[in-house]
């Protein structure tokens, strides 16, 4: 006499989570793909240090399938991360990659070209230098003629040809630079006075 059928449900996953995508500049985000036919990781553990130091800390997760928090110390500087994902079969992956932590703005200068303190046309020459010491790059600059209003970014250069606000008088520039985070640097500026008339 047969019984009626019973039965049982198992996964069988043997691959392990995949790394989709490692992070930006500002926030460590992990994402792992459901490789197998299992869940996507259900646990990660990473570690984080500077570059050739010791590790500064370890952090383990349950059960994210996309990870975006903010794990580093304020410190800037380029970190080493270490991480380690496990599916809910147990398959498990490990691997490294570099990050650069960069919340700070760039420095810089402006100055008119030659040092002039004088000029009688409009258009003056510009020698711009900006740095941003071990973050991501200078990328981009504006300008203004009242240090509150900013032309559009433009791309970052040593040398610009800027036009003075019309009327004699002492004319203040003002630059500021941007990094290719968006980090904003402090506001620079330089003075010249514009004199298009003749004596009488």
Known sequence: NLSQVYSTTIILD?????????????TV????????????ANSMTYSWSMQSGPTLGTVTFGSPTDL????????????????????????SSSGT??????TTGPTGSIGITGNASYTNIPSVPLTLSASDGDGVGVTQM??????????????????????????????????????????????????????????A
């Not at 043997?14 to 500002?26: C, D, F, K, R, Y």
């Not at 990659?97 to 960069?102: G, K, Q, S």
């Open 29 to 40: 985000r992990l994402s792992f793909t459901q490789a197998g036919a299992a869940s996507d």
């Open 97 to 102: 990659f570099t990050l650069v932590w960069d």
């Open 68 to 91: 975006s928090t903010t794990i580093l110390p304020s410190l800037d500087g380029t970190y080493v991360i270490r991480f380690t994902a496990t599916d809910a079969a147990g398959n």
């Open 14 to 26: 043997t691959i392990a989570p995949a790394l989709v995508s490692a992070g930006s500049n500002q």
């Open 142 to 199: 504006q300008f203004s003629d009242n240090g509150t209003t900013w032309s559009t970014a433009e791309a970052y250069a040593a040398t610009k040809s800027y036009t003075l606000p019309a009327g004699d008088g002492s004319k203040t520039i003002y630059v500021r630079f941007l990094d290719s985070l968006g980090n904003l640097s402090q506001v620079y500026s330089t003075t010249i006075i514009l004199d298009t008339i003749a004596p």
